[in-house]
């Protein structure tokens, strides 16, 4: 019984100590506002959230994967078409908030669809490759 109330204490200094309330309050501002691995977001671009699938192979539109005949056919009706991100001049969105809340709701008016699957830093990562890709089509991470 005396470890147990040992324990309770000590769980209880931890947690009302202000050094470990400040980190975990770091830490849970560092989970929405994360920073990117544009490395990272690469492999998400090009896997997990399927953006190759309408934007091409690293933001490469003449790139896109090879899809079933019906995918293919739907992205092909798309209007307006996919935005190329590599060319920020004919790109809408002009700021990461914008991005994310795209990626996360679907982009109004396009056929871009809400991923719901991301967490927030696969959202951070991809955000910081998207910022790759615009400036200038770069090269992509290795």
């Known amino acids: 019984m005396r470890i147990s109330y040992v324990g309770l204490a000590l769980i209880g200094f931890v947690l009302c100590d202000g050094h470990s309330v400040q980190a975990a ?6 989970s929405t506002s994360a920073q990117g691995n544009a490395g990272a977001g690469r492999a998400v671009f090009n896997g997990k959230g399927v953006c190759y699938y309408c934007h091409g192979v690293d933001g490469q539109m003449e790139k896109r994967p090879q899809l079933a005949a019906d995918t293919a056919a739907l992205i092909a009706r798309l209007s307006p078409p996919p935005a190329d991100l590599r060319n920020s001049k004919t790109l809408h969105l002009k700021n990461d908030k914008q991005r994310a ?4 709701e679907g982009h109004p008016g396009t056929g871009m669809f809400p991923d719901t699957t991301m967490t927030n830093q696969e959202l951070a990562d991809t955000l910081a490759y998207l910022a790759l890709l615009r400036k200038g089509g770069a090269a992509a991470p290795k």
């Open 101 to 104: 809340k795209a990626v996360r």
């Open 25 to 30: 309050r770091q830490q849970a501002s560092q």
